[in-house]
């Protein structure tokens, strides 16, 4: 699977959007980017995927750009229990689609 | 659906002696995987099931690391003669046949003195 960088830590003001990015720029044709948090003591939590299309739903939206070498995590109105580890991941298909490899993450704080 | 089960949540143990993890997942969640984290690290894949068999295995699995799902339910996750490096969260995952997202448990937390 395609290695992943993600900064290691961000921050955003409640109720402003946080944009996280992601650079995956060895990602081949069929893998997918996925999202995944992890808050306090709590395991990972999946958020959203894709292949090329943007998309949406009642968590967050994910923006793949053109040649998808990168991608970036929007949360629109961002609140504090919105402070996690966010991972963006890639993904290939076939069986062994639920192993996937974490890398450290961004540490995103939402502050009042 | 009441999500992924572990048990116990945290364990404390001493060098050398064995424990026993226990994940629950999803009720006909048919896959099954379980990850070793450690602290300020990301997750890292361990093993998984489908059904009863077990499909794949990581090289962090050492012989004293053993798993077993067998009934295709609830799953086992057993270390032998622990040693301190063994002290990390262990994570179960669960999801179904041609799932795209997985779902996990809260963890156990493990500590070896």
């Known amino acids: 699977d395609a290695k992943t960088t993600q900064p290691p830590s961000m921050d955003c003001a409640e109720g402003r959007a946080a944009n996280l990015p992601c650079n995956h720029s060895t990602i081949s044709g069929n893998e997918y980017v996925y999202w995944y948090r992890q808050i306090h003591s709590q395991g990972p939590q999946y958020i959203i995927h894709?292949?090329?299309n943007n998309e949406t739903n009642e968590m967050a939206s994910l923006i793949i750009t053109e040649d998808r070498k990168s991608s970036t995590l929007i949360l629109p109105h961002a609140t504090l229990r919105d402070t996690a580890v966010y991972y963006c991941i890639v993904r290939g298909g076939g069986t062994s689609y639920g192993k996937l490899t974490f890398g450290q993450g961004t540490i995103l704080t939402v502050h009042p | 659906d009441t999500g992924v089960s572990q048990d116990p949540r945290h364990k404390i143990t001493k060098r050398g002696q064995n424990v026993t993890f226990r994940c629950d997942p999803i009720s006909e969640h048919n896959r099954l995987y379980w990850y070793r984290q450690t602290l300020g690290q990301g997750p890292e894949f361990l093993t998984y099931?489908?059904?009863?068999?077990?499909?794949?295995k990581s090289r962090l699995l050492s012989d004293r690391f053993s798993a077993e799902r067998p009934k295709g339910s609830f799953s086992t996750l057993e270390i032998q003669r622990t040693e301190q490096g063994d002290s990390a969260m262990y994570l179960c995952a669960s999801t179904g046949q041609g799932g795209e997202k997985l779902f996990f448990g809260s963890g156990t937390q493990l500590s070896v003195l």
């Open positions: 894709g292949l090329k």
């Open positions: 099931f489908q059904n009863e068999a077990q499909l794949e």
